[in-house]
């Protein structure tokens, strides 16, 4: 593949970019009639105006970074895409016709799977064009920036659609423009001729934003009631806005992480988490489920959703089996976090059937610990440690690259 120097852009590289607002429009014209079906209204061009100005605002971005289609060790720019950023553009794409939702009224029913499967689309789509892009030996800085700027579009248009739908509360727009937040204060710092520092490396950075934008794909899904998709929102919320405050704090060198204090801190935090918070946050878990099964009648032998019971004819028993190994993952630590997302997403149904309730909320929130931060010491066979943080350390940090 032919390569230029970074003070040209290459005439093909110009002349694909400058194609890719027309197949996108054309497939959009295409939805407009299924929109209209969907809602029952002529509601399409609500949906394609939004959607055409979020395409627009992609295509700017791909643009306002065409200089930097080369490898992050080089200076010399390819003169094409590579399939890697081709999946982030599709995957931008997918944001787009999710976000043209924002403008449409309140969908019931089967509906609300439409959006959020279109997300949830672009969130499984996250993990292949880096992957790609590694495999055939084309990562670009191209393809980091604006793999990072769509991952923060794509949380911003669904925190909206979640309040708009009321699953989410108002403070979760917050979420949404952290990351905007975050780059104004950068840039504004550097219009004032003040210091930026660099952020340290922090693994848990993006994993927190992945779990982040896994919470946001399935929060509108119709089984998932307000009230647990709401009690969820504080726990993947608050890490998130305590993560960017520090990120913050660290850029402005009003925290300096390279101090003794700070990084003895941080080392006795995670050392009582991972041996003593974490592990007994799985036993909690156990006696909590004790406590469900003597008070909730049922709660192991019936699916939580009236009319769903008799899906694939499953016996009660299996419906018990099933949730009975997930308890022994979670408490002997036998891939934790797997486990955790099933008695998670279980114990939500749940909560959506019965309405508040303190024992089924405390068991779903010690879940969500064990998810989001995995079942610390003393387990058996965490395997998802090892594919989770190798996956995540290997890339760069979803916001790590603002301040570079």
Known sequence: MAVVTESKVPHQLKSTWRKIPVPGLILLLLFVPLINGLTGQNTGWRWLTASAVLWGYEFWLVGRFLNLNRSPDQDELYDRFGLGTAITLSRGFLLVVTGGFILLPHLHGAAPWIPAGFYLLAVISDGFDGYFARKRDHVTVLGQEIDMRFDALGILLMSILGIYYGKLPLWYLLIGLAYYLFSFGRWWRVRKGKPVFPLPPQRHRSVLAGFQMGFLGVMLWPPFGSVSTRL??????????????????????????????????????????QKILLPLSRIATLLFLVILVNSVPNMLMTFPLPGWSNIGNLPPELIAGVLILGVVSVVFGLVPRLGSLLLASYTALWLTRYGTDWRIETMLLLLLISLEFGGGRFCLFPLEERWLFRTYVDTQDRHEIVVS
């Open 232 to 273: 969820a929102s504080w726990f993947f919320g608050l890490p998130m806005l305590v993560t960017f405050s520090r990120d913050f704090l660290i850029m402005r060198g009003t925290l300096q992480p390279d101090t003794k204090l700070f990084v003895r801190w941080e080392a006795n935090f995670l050392s009582t988490s």
